[in-house]
């Protein structure tokens, strides 16, 4: 079994009818490229690079950022790596930074945090662009939710471009941004946003979050925390949709990426790429590499016509039962 996962990554994810969806890693840790190398990832699909402000007390510096974007980014070249910018507050805790709040889930997080505090946010976007003539450095931001709020994120972006070519930092002109999409609004207004940004990402640990309004961190409600609610493939077949609409390809990370139970149906439903953690990216090649596109569309198909969780899950689940 070990072997024949092992031989997985050298091939590509491609159904039997030739259709690829590319799979690519999640990671947090420069350490944590060799693992994505191994198995194959077509790329680092989600960089949570707020780890790196987590590891101390202090900010890292525009340096030492540089240097851990550039080990990345070098490590995996030509293939590319999507950055996000920090995605502090919420769930992740950085101390220090006068996050304190009744309701941090709805509060002062990630791109509302560094429209805020534009001084700690351009250091980290002078450290990207001064990375990326390193290799292919794609620039992602998380919780945008509307499109004022991602005008102010490109306009920073490229108001740090300027400062950089006055100072002559080189950096790659062709640079690609993105955009998560992973608070409602942000999913209902995608058809604007698609209009803005070169890539779309969606994030379904937050989009459920948010979608069905559950903690996803509190265990007495967990039981309502359901990737297969109607809601939540509704929402992310009209991210697909507006996305393709628009020509820009559409990825997903969140954990969803990583359940086997997923991949078919989500690659059924357009998605072009799937970031998660390596150790489950082999699984979910091989299963990719059993089945049809058109068996994996009529699949999406099917399920979405479904009206519960309940008899989606089950349905799922005796789909993969009768095949794997
Ligand atoms: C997500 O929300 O799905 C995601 C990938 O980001 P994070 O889990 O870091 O919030
Ligand atoms: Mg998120």
Known sequence: HEVELHQMAVLSSTTTDGHEVLLKTNIQTSSEVEAAKACGASGIGLFRSEFLFMESLENPSEERQFEVYKQVIEAMAPKPVTIRTIDIGGDKVVSGLGIDEKN??????????????????????????????????????????????????????????????????????????????????????????AKKVDFFSIGTNDLIQYTIAVDRGNEKI??????????????????????????????????????????????????????????????????????????????????????????????????MHDRF
């Open 222 to 319: 967990a039981y309502l925390y359901q990737p297969f609610h109607p809601g939540v493939l509704r929402s992310i077949k009209m991210i697909v949709q507006m996305a393709h609409e628009n020509n820009i390809p559409v990825s997903l990370c969140g954990e969803m990426a990583s359940d086997p139970f997923c991949s078919v149906l989500l690659a059924g439903m357009g998605l072009d790429e799937l970031s998660m953690g390596s150790q489950s990216l082999l699984q979910v090649r091989k299963i990719l590499r059993s089945v049809s596109y058109k068996e994996a569309k009529a699949l999406a198909e099917h399920v979405l016509d479904m009206d519960s969780y309940l008899t989606i899950t089950t349905y799922i689940r005796e789909w």
């Open 104 to 193: 941090p889930i709805l509060g002062w997080r990630a791109v509302r945090f560094c429209l805020s505090r534009k001084d700690i946010f351009t250091v980290q976007l002078r450290a990207l662009l001064r990375a990326s003539v390193y290799g292919k450095l794609q620039i992602m931001f998380p919780m945008i939710s509307g499109v004022e709020e991602l005008n102010a994120v490109l306009h920073l972006l490229e108001h740090v471009k300027g400062e950089c070519r006055n100072e002559h930092i080189p950096f790659d002109p062709d640079i690609k941004v993105g955009t998560m999409i992973e608070v409602p609004s942000a999913a209902l207004c995608a058809d604007i946003l």
